[in-house]
Each structure stands twice: as C-alpha cells, then as structure tokens.
C-alpha cells in the first residue's frame, strides 16, 4: 500500500520567498445564484464553473501548486432535481472529453474520490479514461471529487481497514492516524494546505472532513464563474502571510 504521512505539508517558496499551498482543495459554489442573476438556466451556470475550473486548473500548474482537488459533485447533490442531476453527468463527459487534450499538454494528471459505481455509466467511463490518459503525467495532479461525501469516505475506509484487520493483513496494534489516511480515497495525496470556498458559505459541507485537520480556509463572495487567476494569486498571498503551528508553537 502507497504510504502517505499526513503529516507531509512541505511548501514550495515563491520568487518572495513566502509559501506556496501544495495541495489546494477547492468548493466550487456558487454556479446556481451566478445563472439567476443573468437569468440563465443552472446548467449554464454549471458550464460557466467549468470555464472558471479550465483558468484555474492553469493558474494552479504556473503558480507551482501541486495538487487542486475540487468538490464537482457531493452524495448530497443527489437531492437535486433529476434534470440537474442529468444535465450535470452530461456536462461531466462533456467537459473530460473536450478539455481532455489540454490536460494531457499542461501535464495534469486526473484522479477522483468518491464513489463512481452510481454515476451514469458515460461520466464512469469518461473518468476512467480521463485517469488512464493522464497517468503518466507528472504535472498539477487534478483531483476531482465525484460523489464524494468526507463520511462516506471515511465508511469505505472502514470497511477496507476492518477487511484486512480480519485477514490478518495488518494488526489492530498497527492502526494510527497515518493507517487511516491510507484506506481514505486520498491516499498518497497530502493533506490540504488551503481549503476555498467561493460564494459566501463559510462551511465544509462534508468535504474532506479527515484530511482538512489543519488546513488553512479562504473564503470570498464571489460566485465560482467568476473565479480567476487574481482570486487564486489573492488566496494564495493569504496563505503566505499566515503562520501555521499544526499545534506548537510555530516555526522559530
Ligand atoms: C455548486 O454550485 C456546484 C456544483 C454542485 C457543481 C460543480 C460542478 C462543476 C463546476 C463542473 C465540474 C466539472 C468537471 C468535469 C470536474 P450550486 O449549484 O450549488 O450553486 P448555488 O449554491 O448558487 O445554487
């Protein structure tokens, strides 16, 4: 099994010398209220959080980000209506098979979390291709939540831990926080440094509950179609002036 410490938060410096995020994890909100206000359809919005994705996918690999991972689609977004929950799988296939190309030349590799067995069987399969065609790439590493809950998450992980605890693969003795964090969706992936959350909630809505223990937050009013490289150079400067302790007393 891939080992993955947790506790892994090294930071890249820029050309002033303060940090740059390693992982950002970002939830795309906002797609909705943004299409009322130019009373378009919500799946316009959608498409429009697509676009908004592409810039930032680019600004994050220049910026020398390593790992974006974006909330596209929650175990609780199933709630929605059946027309936003088709047109959503639809522009999922859509947006992997036309964007696909531009991927592969800035060297991103694509991976998902969540479960994809209830995703219709298109979005399945544009995914699988999406991470087989990237996987050699050693660029940003795209991770795109899919389905995802954090406490589903979590359940799969138990259910596997539990699995080989029984066929004696590992022992209860061995169980720590960085077992756990490799049966997560998001094993060999470090924890994010900087969680945003554009459109004005200041909640996690059950994203990444585990791996965001010491993750710095962002937050802006601006709708998700909006977002560009400015916000993402703005959050990032945050980031560099803020002092993390992961629970001491800071660097010095
Ligand atoms: C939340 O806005 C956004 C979503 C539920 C969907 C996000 C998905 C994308 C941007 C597409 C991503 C595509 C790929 C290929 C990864 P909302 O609809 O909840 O907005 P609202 O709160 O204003 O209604």
Redesign the pocket.
Known sequence: MMVNDSSFNSQAGDETGRSIPTHIAII???????A?ARGLS?TE??RA??R??RRVVQACGELGVRYLT?????TE?WR?PVSEVSA?MR??VE??ES?LPELVERNVRIRYIGDLTRLTRPAQLAMQKAVAETAGNTGLTLT?A?NYGGRAEIARAFRRLFDDLESGKITLAEVDDNTVSNYLDTAGIPDPDLVIRP?G?KRLSNFLLWQVAYSEFWFTDK??PDFDRDDIAAAIADFGRRQRRFGGLGEE
């Open positions: 795309m909100d906002g797609n909705g209220r943004w009322q919500r919005g959608h959080g697509v908004a994705l974006v909330y596209a689609f929650s977004n929605r959503l522009l999922f947006a992997m964007y795109v899919l459109a909630e709708y998700w």
